[in-house]
């Protein structure tokens, strides 16, 4: 029996909610293993010039994965089991919620008729969106779903960065989350290594573009700026889509490429 559009909404974000709440624990404990390692088997200090604790944090990773093999001290290796052996029971969890997600995903109409054909798009990338931000059909603009989804630029400021001496109150207007963010970024890394249609064609433009307006920028910074770029062009064109989908609401068709904009959508660094 098909769901409606609110109850798959509302399950999609429960099942996020829980597969989120694996991640994070599976997170806590592998960070609970490396930082007794490093404090035991390296010479890591907080004291450290970033360079030598970036080399400290390398050599405790290689230890726990020598351990994983059964190499190294025996404690040391008992504890590294029993921390893998913790993270087992959420790694099901977590591939059960991601498969619920999926099958939900599937029956949206938006799914079918914009995200399914996009490469680099899968039903997890839809299913985040939708779990960290709700219906779509509640954001009056994309730029209110931009600002959800923490790709915003208010008031000439990079969502997340209101500047040096920002008051309380401008942190709280920005409504910045590293979680939501987390997972625009993480939707974006498949849409450049995947995608051969039009956010990779959208990605390289606007990467060619910084890079030519700042000759002093940096690649990885024009990178940044570029995806960024084209996480927002995805999220647009997916409120359009929703509209289009859930509403008789007439809109104007989303153009392959359409150029123009690639230089004044504004995205501050």
């Not at 599976?26 to 390692?37: C, F, G, H, P, T």
């Not at 630029?153 to 001496?165: A, E, F, H, I």
């Not at 990885?220 to 995806?227: C, E, L, V």
């Not at 064109?237 to 989908?245: K, T």
Request: hydrophobic share 40%; charged share 30%; with cysteine.
């Amino acid at each position: 029996m098909s769901l409606e559009l609110g109850d798959i909404v509302l399950n999609i974000r429960r099942q996020h909610r829980q597969r989120m709440f694996c991640i994070k624990t599976q997170s806590k404990l592998d960070r609970a293993i490396e930082s007794y390692v490093r404090r035991e088997c390296t010479a890591w200090s907080p004291d450290l010039p970033e360079k030598e604790r970036t080399a400290e944090n390398t050599k405790a990773i290689k230890i726990i994965k020598a351990a994983r093999d059964g190499e190294g001290d025996v404690a040391l290796v008992e504890m590294v089991i029993a921390n893998d052996a913790a993270r087992e029971p959420f790694d099901a969890m977590r591939k059960k919620r991601e498969k619920a997600i999926a099958q939900l995903v599937r029956q949206l109409s938006v799914w079918e008729s914009f995200a399914k054909p996009i490469r680099g798009c899968a039903e997890g990338s839809l299913g985040a969106i939708i779990g960290e931000a709700g219906d779509l059909s509640n954001y009056a603009t994309h730029s209110k779903l931009w600002k959800r989804m923490c790709v915003a630029v208010l008031d000439g400021k990079r969502q997340g960065n209101p500047g040096k001496g920002a008051s309380a109150d401008d942190w709280i207007a920005h409504g910045y989350s590293p979680a939501r963010r987390s997972v625009m970024w993480n939707i974006g890394d498949p849409l450049i290594k995947q995608n051969d249609g039009i956010y990779r064609q959208l990605y390289d433009m606007r990467k060619l573009y910084e890079l030519a307006r700042d000759p002093e920028m940096s690649k990885g910074h024009a990178h940044n700026r570029a995806k960024r770029y084209m996480e927002k062009r995805l999220l647009k064109d997916l409120w359009r889509a929703w509209r289009r989908a859930s509403s008789s609401v007439a809109e104007k068709p989303i153009h392959p490429l359409p150029a123009a904009s690639i230089h004044t959508e504004s995205i501050a660094a």
